[in-house]
């Protein structure tokens, strides 16, 4: 049987793989991640569901990233830019280049698509 051309994106359809900002980008807290990546295809796509709780840390993309908030509060400050909050309903583009660091401040699940 060949895999199906209509994905759900939801936390039911693959199991989560658990992670957290690498150590030497962390600023404060201790924020955890969960990823439920449901596409990952050849050529560097992927799409899924997000979610880290209250922390603060760096962030640097390589890749271009769509992301739409679907609940919490973020703080994702550019460097040398404006400090912008995320909260739920919000969609946004990250551009490969981006700098700047991403800050939780409620627990934050976002959808995402991922190019690099």
């Known amino acids: ?64 990233e769509f992301c739409h908030i679907l609940s919490g509060v973020s703080v994702i400050s550019e460097e040398g830019g404006e400090a912008r909050t995320v909260r739920a309903g919000d969609s946004f583009v990250l551009r490969p280049g981006f700098r700047g660091s991403w800050e939780v401040l409620e627990t934050t699940r976002k959808e995402y698509v991922i190019r690099l």
């Open 1 to 64: 049987m060949t895999a199906p051309n209509f994905l759900s994106v939801d936390t039911e359809s693959v199991e989560p793989e658990s992670g957290a900002p690498a150590p030497d980008r962390l600023i404060s807290g201790d924020p955890k991640f969960r990823t439920w990546n449901v596409e990952e295809r050849d050529g560097g796509l992927y799409a899924g569901i997000w979610e880290a709780t209250p922390g603060k840390w760096r962030i640097e993309y390589d890749e271009w």
